[in-house]
Nanobody
Framework: QVQLQESGGGSVQAGGSLRLSCTTS????????MGWFRQAPGKAREGIAT????????YHKDSLKGRFTVSRDNAGFTFFLQMNSLSLEDTGTYFC????????????????RGQGTQVTVSS
């Protein structure tokens, strides 16, 4: 059974940084796509960034470009989200997700999703 586990969330002051990790029980190349999503209180879930197994990355919000960066470790079992210059609007639950379908990052409903990690940004 595939498992995704996020870690690295917490409380941080505005302007600070956090690095989220998503550890997977399956090698990253076993997925066609992995992604980071978030959900703020009272708002719909939104995509942050997705990455194809081959490496191509798409950032889904212009407001996050330059502040948020995705990467993965060489061993192939961890997917990262580096978040810099955090603002109050970045508060929310952050999820990683993965898909094995041929749709890859075009899939609107990823096959696997972690439980999420909470990020709270305060002034």
């Amino acid at each position: 059974q595939v498992q995704l586990q996020e870690s690295g969330g917490g409380s941080v002051q505005a302007g600070g940084s956090l690095r989220l990790s998503c550890t997977t029980s399956r090698h990253i190349r076993g997925y066609t796509c992995m992604g980071w999503f978030r959900q703020a209180p009272g708002k719909a879930r939104e995509g942050i960034a997705t990455q194809y197994a081959g490496g191509e990355i798409t950032y889904h919000k212009d407001s996050l470009k330059g502040r948020f960066t995705v990467s993965r470790d060489n061993a192939g079992f961890t997917f990262f989200l580096q978040m810099n210059s955090l603002s109050l609007e970045d508060t929310g639950t952050y999820f990683c997700a993965a898909d094995r379908s041929i749709l890859g990052c075009r899939n609107s409903d990823f096959e696997f999703r972690g439980q999420g990690t909470q990020v709270t940004v305060s002034s």
